[in-house]
T-cell receptor, first 108, second 112 residues
Framework: RKEVEQDPGPFNVPEGATVAFNCTYSNSASQSFFWYRQDCRKEPKLLMSVYSSGNEDGRFTAQLNRASQYISLLIRDSKLSDSATYLCVSNSGYALNFGKGTSLLVTP | NAGVTQTPKFRVLKTGQSMTLLCAQDMNHEYMYWYRQDPGMGLRLIHYSVGEGTTAKGEVPDGYNVSRLKKQNFLLGLESAAPSQTSVYFC???????????FGDGTRLSIL
């Protein structure tokens, strides 16, 4: 079983919609979590860091539930430019554990 | 502000050839990583380093070697390239745990 599990999607949503992704992790000792965005054939880019219960940055909100060992990412007022793959990441030592990603397609 | 720089960006090799991928970071980060990414597989860790002169195996280390002689550089070597090593390779670095990683823009490697 992978350390981090994500629904691969794809999630197809219209512009302006709110969409949420969930991610589960298996190591209860994980100290911090991240959401990365990856565009096709490009490098992953950091979207948000989560060190405590959650974080918010504009239209993006991440929440951490340690009891249930999941992290969520909420995107409000979706834009066409939000179309990408979103990677959930946990940190429990020297290396980060990446999920395989959730694909989002925002349509006009 | 270069961040993490990978060279080369693209390369085509023949089976059995050798090559070295270079990763350089200018952020004085302690930790550096090499990943490969294949369709449907996600990012897989090949090797990593937690400081100058140190290296450790990741999830898929076979067929690769690494060196970290200088803090800013992390080299990934393929001694005898195989078609199964055709992939996109990403280097990343971070200051320490629990900080996030910063990625280079990748090396696209094809082995014929």
């Amino acid at each position: 079983r992978k350390e981090v599990e994500q629904d691969p999607g794809p999630f197809n949503v219209p512009e302006g919609a709110t969409v949420a992704f969930n991610c589960t992790y298996s190591n209860s000792a994980s100290q911090s979590f991240f959401w990365y965005r990856q565009d096709c054939r490009k490098e992953p880019k950091l979207l948000m860091s989560v060190y405590s219960s959650g974080n918010e940055d504009g239209r993006f909100t991440a929440q951490l539930n340690r009891a249930s060992q999941y992290i969520s990412l909420l995107i409000r007022d979706s834009k066409l430019s939000d179309s990408a793959t979103y990677l959930c990441v946990s940190n429990s030592g020297y290396a980060l554990n990446f999920g395989k990603g959730t694909s989002l397609l925002v349509t006009p | 502000n270069a961040g993490v720089t990978q060279t080369p960006k693209f390369r085509v090799l023949k089976t059995g050839q050798s090559m070295t991928l270079l990763c350089a970071q200018d952020m004085n980060h302690e930790y550096m990583y090499w990943y490969r990414q294949d369709p449907g597989m996600g990012l897989r860790l090949i090797h990593y380093s937690v400081g100058e002169g140190t290296t450790a195996k990741g999830e898929v280390p076979d067929g690769y070697n690494v060196s970290r002689l200088k803090k800013q550089n992390f080299l990934l070597g393929l001694e005898s390239a195989a078609p199964s090593q055709t992939s996109v390779y990403f280097c990343a670095s971070r200051e320490d745990s629990p900080q996030p990683q910063h990625f280079g823009d990748g090396t696209r490697l094809s082995i014929l």
